[in-house]
Every structure is written in structure tokens, then in C-alpha cells.
């Protein structure tokens, strides 16, 4: 069965950090690009940043400089380090992995950055 599983999220103060991770199971992750969306409410789902089977990565630029995503293609594993959050970037995060025209979305997390 496939199924990507996100873990991490919660309640976080601004100026702080957290990481989140998915892991793939039913694939071999190392095949696809990996990526982190943010649904915010009232808003569209939009992508926070991807890593590709090279590791390039390309990141919001909402989040460039803060965001860190990273992948363990032994773990089947992709991570987003979130560093120094705002609470703008309250959201449900997912997980995402894509090849050719096939993509997979895991449940979602929520984060939520408030004092």
C-alpha cells in the first residue's frame, strides 16, 4: 500500500523551530521528487519547497533562508527544517511525491505559530 505519513507538527512560538518528516512507504522514494505544501485556511494549497532526485532544491520564497527540506532516500524519508517561523506560516503542511504525472499526497500535519 502507499501511503506517505507526515509527523512533527504542533504548536510552535514565533521565532522558533520545528521539523517536520514524511515518510514513503509502497514506493522507493528515491525515484521521485519530494515536496512540502502549506493549505492555510481560506487559502489555495501552495508548495513550500521540493527537492529532486539530485537534491536540488527550490524553495517559496515566503520561506528561502528560513526553510531547510532535505531527504534520506535510505529512510525513505523527506524533512523540512523550519527555522525562525512566523505565524503566517500556520498551516497544514503535506507531504508530496511526484514523478511523471503520478503524485502522492500524505494527510497533512498542522502547524501553528503563536504565542
Known amino acids: 500500500q502507499v501511503q506517505l505519513v507526515e509527523s512533527g507538527g504542533g504548536l510552535v512560538q514565533p521565532g522558533g523551530s520545528l521539523r517536520l518528516s514524511c515518510v514513503a512507504s509502497g514506493i522507493d522514494a528515491s525515484l521521485y521528487e519530494l515536496g512540502w505544501y502549506r493549505q492555510a485556511p481560506g487559502k489555495q494549497r501552495e508548495l513550500v519547497a521540493s527537492?529532486?532526485?539530485?537534491?536540488?532544491?527550490d524553495y517559496a520564497d515566503a520561506v528561502n533562508g528560513r526553510f531547510t527540506i532535505s531527504r534520506d532516500d535510505t529512510e525513505n524519508t523527506v524533512y523540512l527544517l523550519m527555522d525562525s517561523v512566523k505565524p503566517e506560516d500556520t498551516a497544514v503542511y503535506y507531504c508530496n511525491a511526484h514523478i511523471g504525472g503520478l503524485f502522492l499526497w500524505g494527510q497533512g500535519t498542522q502547524v501553528t505559530v503563536s504565542s
Open positions: 527537492i529532486d532526485q539530485d537534491g536540488d532544491t
